[in-house]
Structure formats: C-alpha cells, structure tokens
C-alpha cells in the first residue's frame, strides 16, 4: 500500500511540477535574443588614422547605467580604425523597438579594440558620442567571445569602431567575428513583433491564477 501511494504523490507531484514550469515559460517568455546584425570587421592599412585611443580600463559596460568615458592614451600616436553605422530602426524593422543593445565580438587578437558611439563618431573627439565597450580585448576565454552592452535610444544609429592598439601594425588584417542582438529590456526578453498584441499586466495575473487553480484541481482529484 505504502508503494502505491508513493507512486500516486509521485505522479500528482509530476503533474503540478509541469503545470508550474508551463505557467513559468508563459508569463516570464523564453529569453531568445533576436539578432539584427552579423559580418566580420577587418582593420586595412587603407583605413583611416585617428590620434590616441581608447583607455582598456577591464570595465566592461552594461545596461545597469552609462560607462563613464575611459580616457584617451597616447594622443600623439596614429591608429588606425574602421566603422560600421548601423541604422537600428531599420535593422529591426517589423519589430518593436527595443534599443538594449548586445554586442559579441569573437576575436582573440589583443591588438584590436572595438567600442559604440551614436552617430556621428568623431576622431578627433573621442569622447563624443561614446555609449561603451568591453574593457579588455580578446575573448577571454578560447571559443567564449567578448561582449558587452549599450542603450541605443530611438530612431538613432549604432557606431561601431574597431581600432588598432598598437601602432607595429599587428592589428592590421586580424579579423573578428561580430554579432548584434537587440532586447525589449534588460531581463533579455526577444523583441516584440509588431502584429504581436502586447500583453496586458492584468493578462498576466488571470493567467497566474488559472494556473493555481488547475494545480488546485490536480490536488482534489488526488
């Protein structure tokens, strides 16, 4: 008797565990980020110089608050550096605009630094615009590449600069793979498509309570 009743509490156990995960995945949605953009960056010797570069201050930005400015070093030195404008409003077009903004740089050059401006970059100021970067260059670990993370507001346009940090030209024609996804919010939720009804906060909570009732029902029945 002992065992069928084991068995019993095991299968009611069972059923309300999944009706909780359900209702979990329901109400909190799967953290899916939606990729707007990927391709490579490549600094050429053909590319144009600025002078000084930005500090690696090994603090990555993130959506808890704006990244005060690093710093300029070697202001006197050439780099060189590329950009890639990236028009966030068209690039999420069918979607609700969700300007938290993820960046994954896959690189494991240190003679390379990437970091984000809103339109225009200015060389010759780099501090204007300045929105972050990573802190360090590099993926800091083999296969696990670097990221970090901006509030681009809208209908703005996210710069992307990649510069050398070292003036040997070692930076030169090092390849980094890079990928950009876009969030509603900084609890990675999937941004919205545009036909997609926004749930109401009273939706969630009558859907809250229809699940306990349905465990309440599971434990009835037992």
Known sequence: MKGFAIMAFLRKFRSCSLLLIAGFFLM???????????????????????????????????????????????TTASY???????????????????????????????????????????PSNLATNYLGDPGSSGNPFPGDPLYFQVVVPSPDHLV???????????????????TVEAFSDTEYTDLIAVSTPVPEPGTWALLACGMAVLVARRFRRG
């Open 160 to 178: 992307l600069v990649l510069n050398e940090t070292t003036t040997d030209g070692s930076g030169l024609g090092v390849s980094g793979g890079l």
């Open 80 to 122: 060189h550096y590329m950009t890639l404008d990236l028009d966030l409003v068209a690039l999420e077009s069918g979607f609700i605009y969700g300007g938290f903004i993820q960046i994954d740089f896959d690189s494991t050059a240190t003679t390379t630094f990437l970091s984000a401006y809103l339109k225009p970059y200015d």
């Open 28 to 74: 909190c949605g799967l953290a899916e980020a939606t990729v707007i953009y990927t391709d490579t960056m490549t600094i050429t010797g053909a590319d144009p110089t600025q002078l000084g570069r930005i500090s690696r201050n090994g603090v990555p930005s993130d959506w808890s608050g704006p990244k005060a400015f690093p710093g300029v070093i070697n």
